[in-house]
T-cell receptor, first 109, second 115 residues
Framework: GENVEQHPSTLSVQEGDSAVIKCTYSDSASNYFPWYKQELGKRPQLIID?????GEKKDQRIAVTLNKTAKHFSLHITETQPEDSAVYFC????????FGTGTRLTIIP | DAGITQSPRYKITETGRQVTLMCHQT?????MFWYRQDLGHGLRLIYY???????DKGEVPDGYVVSRSKTENFPLTLESATRSQTSVYFCASHRDSHGGTDTQYFGPGTRLTVL
């Protein structure tokens, strides 16, 4: 089955700087790659997603890039703010979602 | 998000007891899922359902039973709870992905403690 690896597991960034989280997947047939944000004690919520026919997608300060050849995709957050502090999960889907193990992002004021 | 609910939100039980976690969605989504979330493991799929009366195993199904007699409900039962089943359980749903969105929405979660 699909295997998704996510790095780093923790990330501390100065407020205003950029944060990058990377994921690799194993199943070349996966065609959908969402990113979820989970605040402490809350449910995971979709923040951005990308499909395999697209190389990059941007939504304000958040962007996701996909390299199908290398089977990796990344989340980029620019101009980070304290409210960006959370755990972020990547996922890959062929028939069902397989999640990475999460990255705890801390924004330092 | 209010379209998918879970109950109870918190549950403490003892080893060997049967526990049922409820999940209800009002969107008429075809697909429903149960995940468990443990530190260091992310979200792991327990069971999923593509439609009423259709269920299938996920990554970690042992010790769990599901049913889906109605589209809107997807209960998860721990037949004989063990300490290793202490976790946070999330239900999720999405529409049929045929030509539509794959966005998966999560319920608020149930924190289960097995003593």
């Amino acid at each position: 089955g699909e295997n998704v690896e996510q790095h780093p597991s923790t990330l501390s960034v100065q407020e205003g700087d950029s944060a990058v989280i990377k994921c690799t997947y194993s199943d070349s047939a996966s065609n959908y790659f969402p990113w979820y944000k989970q605040e402490l004690g809350k449910r995971p919520q979709l923040i951005i997603d990308i499909r395999s026919n697209v190389g990059e997608k941007k939504d304000q300060r958040i962007a996701v890039t996909l390299n199908k050849t290398a089977k990796h995709f990344s989340l980029h957050i620019t101009e980070t703010q304290p409210e960006d502090s959370a755990v972020y999960f990547c996922a890959a889907k062929r028939e069902k979602l397989t999640f990475g193990t999460g990255t705890r992002l801390t924004i330092i004021p | 998000d209010a379209g998918i609910t879970q109950s109870p939100r918190y549950k403490i039980t003892e080893t060997g007891r049967q526990v049922t976690l409820m999940c209800h969605q009002t969107w008429s989504h075809s697909y429903m899922f149960w995940y468990r979330q443990d530190l260091g493991h992310g979200l792991r799929l327990i069971y999923y359902s593509a439609a009423a009366d259709i269920t299938d195993k996920g990554e970690v199904p042992d010790g769990y039973v599901v049913s889906r007699s109605k589209t809107e409900n997807f209960p998860l039962t721990l037949e004989s709870a063990t300490r290793s089943q202490t976790s946070v359980y999330f239900c999720a749903s999405h529409r049929d992905s045929h030509g539509g969105t794959d966005t998966q929405y999560f319920g608020p979660g149930t924190r289960l403690t097995v003593l």
